[in-house]
């Protein structure tokens, strides 16, 4: 059983580097990093989604990074992280 990370980006991104896996990493609780199975990247919503194969407990703290992502028209994105609250 898995669990799903969707985030939004303001901008467009290069779909393919948007929607490789390498690109992100997941930390629980600020000590465990998390397998990412698989990333994809929404052009129409601007969504990326990250499948974890371990799964999250309503209140876990899940700290997301990125890097080297690049918009859609090749430029570097800056590199970035977000905190979330399992629910």
Known sequence: QGHTLTMTFAGSLDPAIAGNAAHYSVALNNAVLLPIDSASYSTATGTVTLNLSDT????????????????????????????????
């Not at 890097?67 to 905190?83: E, P």
């Open 56 to 87: 999250l407990n309503s209140g876990d703290i899940v700290v997301v990074r990125w890097r080297q992502l690049r918009d859609a028209n090749g430029n570097a994105a800056k590199d970035g992280s977000c905190r979330i609250r399992a629910k």
